[in-house]
């Protein structure tokens, strides 16, 4: 017998208001959320909502939190729900939760999608995903397998990935797997009270300018494939102008780039964007939009 939705439903709604799981689940909120550290959180946009956030974190304690016996709550759940019916087949489930950032590879019309790995492929059961997903789109999401072949339910607290991954990083997409702490506290962009904007990013005045700063960490980096000449990184930019996928150029230069550590990624999409804004645009009469924004404004171009 497969496990379903409402089934993962139950066992998630136990892990969420048990009283034998209180002190547990206490404590898996506090690290989740870091409730200890005092910086100021910023949540991206759709992604700060109550319900998200519990959600969010009732996957991740269901099925990455260790209680003393070894169990996680999922487990532990399932346990107490399932004494004697369909007991094996929902522990197997809840035991074999996997964590994934994955691409959609194809829509299956009012049933759920297809998910792609590199070699893998998850084939999930969720008519919303159908709804609400599109070729392309990447999600993270913890996935329970059902027992039936290839077939698995979304958990809580899944998320639409805002940014597109392009082929070559989709060849290399397991060098990118995150964890569900990693994903919130990339969400909640903690920032120092006194920094709380960061560093900002590069601000050249000319491309000349732009291309030298790229050029210079490009070679310290040793990434040759992202040493252009100025003709060369202008009519790259130029190309994507009136690219109606406002991700297009983003996503080529992730190609290029290759595999980063995450915490440097912002540095790099900084140095790229001062390129895309100090790039005359002919139909604005040659001029940058550095040349078109107030350079008062402390974001300037941004």
Known sequence: MAVTASQLE????????????????????????????PRPIHYWEGTGDYNARMRRFLGFFMFSCTL?????????????????????????????????????????????????????????????????????????????PTGRRGQWLPGPGWLQWPFGIGPNMRQNLKQWQVDPLGVERLLQMRADPEEERGPLPPQDDTLDEAVA???????????????????????????????????????????????????DLGRWLGLLMNIWNTTPQPDRGGKSAVQMTSRLSPLGAR
């Open 213 to 263: 700063r790229m050029t210079a960490a490009a070679e310290e980096a040793g990434l040759p494939q992202l040493v252009l000449s100025v003709p060369e990184w202008e009519a790259w930019v130029v190309s994507h102008l009136n690219n109606p996928n406002t991700m297009a150029f983003t996503q080529e230069f992730l190609d290029r780039l290759g595999p980063v550590d995450k915490e």
């Open 10 to 37: 139950e066992i998630a709604a136990w892990c969420g208001t048990s009283p034998e799981l209180q002190v547990e689940r206490e404590a898996g909120r506090r690290l989740f959320f870091a409730e200890d550290d």
């Open 68 to 144: 003393p016996d070894g169990d996680t709550p999922g487990i532990r759940a399932a346990k107490a729900l399932y004494r004697f019916s369909n007991r094996e087949e929902t522990l197997q489930a809840v035991s074999g939760a996997r964590y994934v950032m994955a691409i959609v590879c194809s829509v299956m019309s009012s049933q759920g999608v297809t998910l792609e790995l590199e070699d893998e492929r998850f084939e999930v059961r969720d008519r919303r995903w159908s709804r609400l997903l599109s070729v392309g789109n990447t999600v993270i999401a913890h996935l329970v």
